[in-house]
């Protein structure tokens, strides 16, 4: 396992791709159950007839998945990824048999003026599918631990 990162590890321009996540038909509907019970992310026969023409899984499925393969096996924050803001947003559905990764871009890193064992880094993150096509993008600012002074 990488050691973990602290603001000083990382810089603009740093990226970071995790494992995958083949997603299923059941899978979706099961979340969708539970969370987003809409037809077109429970009922294949009716989701042909709504505006995603099939089953589409939630948005919420997707950011759920992507944060799991991100904590997996994404940028291995000092202390995990707490995060103090986000902006999110699905450019097409995310459908059964999509394999979902994502690829990180750190695009900025800003110690902090008033706590100095923090700052904040803006991560920008691409869910993909197996045809390379984004299937939600993910713009972050997340804390991130500077090292403790010996």
């Known amino acids: 396992m990488p050691d973990p990162l602290y603001l000083e590890d990382l810089q603009p321009g740093q990226r970071f791709v995790t494992g995958s996540h083949a997603l299923t038909q059941e ?24 505006f995603f023409q099939g089953l589409a899984a939630s948005g919420w499925q997707t950011a759920a998945i992507s944060m799991r393969l991100q904590i997996e096996s994404g940028p291995r924050i000092a202390g995990g990824m707490i995060g103090a803001s986000v902006e999110l947003s699905w450019p097409r559905p995310t459908r059964p048999g999509d394999i979902l990764r994502v690829e990180s871009e750190v695009l900025e890193v800003t110690p902090s003026r008033s706590r100095p064992d923090r700052g904040f880094i803006t991560l920008k993150s691409e869910t993909r599918n197996q045809d390379d096509e984004v299937l939600q993008l993910q713009t972050s600012k997340l804390l991130v631990w500077r090292r403790k002074s010996p």
């Open 27 to 50: 899978q979706i509907i099961a979340f969708a159950r539970d969370y987003d019970p809409q037809h077109f992310h429970t009922d294949p026969v009716s989701a042909k007839d709504s």
